[in-house]
């Protein structure tokens, strides 16, 4: 059986894309793209030399893209205050009333949920926001 050097680079990009289901490291997607570039490369004709370059340039550059796309994209917020992570963070809960330490202790989903307060000024009893949650304590302000 002989191989084509198309087959080679079909292997080499079917066996960067496992490793990359087995890491998680999305980078190797993009030099499993380089590697499809250089089969198609040979699909073309191209010499071996041009294969090598053209999968160097297309892994490459689409690390260099995508590493450009990531630095412009914001921070992403912490998870103890980002609303996709923690459902609960923007609903509401009724304090009847505050310990001096400016904690508290609600009800909350039907269970019971300690309270601190992280606005200004003291706290006194009526309905806050939960801003944040930090292990099983609601951060709440007005």
């Not at 550059?61 to 412009?72: D, F, L, T």
């Not at 310990?99 to 009526?126: I, K, L």
């Amino acid at each position: 059986m002989d191989w084509s050097g198309a087959t080679w680079w079909w292997i080499a990009a079917g066996v960067l894309v496992a490793a990359e289901l087995e890491s998680g490291t999305f980078y190797l997607l993009m030099l499993a793209l380089g590697m499809a570039a250089g089969a198609l490369g040979a699909h073309a004709g191209l010499a071996l030399t041009a294969q090598f370059l053209l999968a160097a340039l297309v892994g490459g550059g689409a690390i260099v893209a995508w590493r450009a796309k990531r630095s412009r994209d914001p921070a992403p917020e912490p998870a103890a205050s980002n609303r996709n992570v923690n459902l609960d963070i923007g609903s509401h809960v009724h304090v009847e009333h505050w310990n001096a330490d400016g904690t508290a202790r609600v009800r909350y989903r039907g269970a019971p949920w300690d309270v601190r307060f992280q606005g200004s000024g003291v706290p006194d009893a009526g309905d806050y926001t939960i801003r944040a949650l930090d292990g099983n304590c609601l951060l709440v302000d007005r």
